[in-house]
C-alpha cells in the first residue's frame, strides 16, 4: 500500500517552521517572497501568492517559483517533487536542530549540516578539516580581543 503523497503546501509549512528567523519566530510570507524576489530568481512573487500555495489554495508553482523556494530554505528542488528526498531533509535537519549545544534558531548551522550531510565521505572529511582551521583562527581572535583592550600599550598610538 502506497503512502499518500506530501502535498507542496504541507512541504512548505514543513520547510517554515524549521527554518525560524534568529528570534525563533516563524518567518513571514513576505519576507520569504521578498528574499526571492530580491534574489533575481523570480520577478514578482506576492504575500498573497506565498499564502495561496501554502494553504493548498494553488498548488502548481512555476519551476522559477520553486527554485526559489529550494534556494531560500535551502533544499534541492526535488524536495518538492520527491517525498523521499523531502523526508530525508526533513529528517537531517530535525537531527541538526535537536543536537545538544546546537542553536535550533540558527538556520545556518542548519545549512551547514544538512550541506555536509550531502558530501562524499572525503569530501566530508575536508570540510572538517578547513572547518577546524577556521574554529582555530576564530578561538585564537576571539582569545586576543580578550587579553587587549584599548588601554593596553598595543593600542597607543605614537604622538
Known sequence: MNKPKRTLAAKLNQLYASHPRPDGKEWSNDQVADAIVKSGIVKSFSNSYMWQLRNGVKDNPTMRHLAGLAWYFGVPGDYFFDDDVAAAIDAKIAVASSEPGQPATDPEIRLLAMRAGELS????????????????????????????????PQHRTMG
Open 121 to 152: 565521505p572525503a569530501r566530508r572529511k575536508q570540510a572538517l578539516e578547513m572547518l577546524s582551521v577556521v574554529y582555530e583562527l576564530d578561538r585564537r581572535e576571539q582569545e586576543g580581543s580578550a587579553q587587549t583592550s584599548p588601554e593596553d
